[in-house]
Nanobody, 127 residues
């Protein structure tokens, strides 16, 4: 059974940093792109960042470009989201997800392209 588990969320002041982690178990990390999404209260789940199987390609939502960095370690089956310059509007539950891709360079921006999801970790940024 595939399982994704996020960690690293918490409460931070505006301008601060957090590093989210996601570990996947139950199957190979290979042949899957990974992504981070977030959902704020009363809002739709939105795309944050994605990384290809190889790690060579990444893509970000405009709202986090230049502040967030996605990375992965295929040996440890881990994915990370380094979040710097946090803003109150970044407050949300953050979810990691994995989705099958055709090539090691593919990235996925759309939630329905992902087949497996974690339970989420809360990030709260105070002003």
């Amino acid at each position: 059974q595939v399982q994704l588990v996020e960690s690293g969320g918490g409460l931070v002041q505006a301008g601060g940093s957090l590093r989210l982690s996601c570990i996947i178990s139950g199957r190979t990390f290979r042949n899957y792109a990974m992504g981070w999404f977030r959902q704020a209260p009363g809002k739709e789940r939105e795309f944050v960042a994605t990384i290809s199987e190889s790690g060579f390609r990444t893509d970000y939502a405009d709202s986090v470009k230049g502040r967030f960095t996605i990375s992965r370690d295929n040996v440890k089956n881990m994915m990370y989201l380094q979040m710097n310059g946090l803003k109150p509007e970044d407050t949300a539950v953050y979810y990691c997800a994995s989705g099958r891709t055709l090539t090691y360079l593919d990235v996925l921006r759309i939630a329905r392209e992902y087949s497996d999801w974690g339970q989420g970790t809360q990030v709260t940024v105070s002003s």
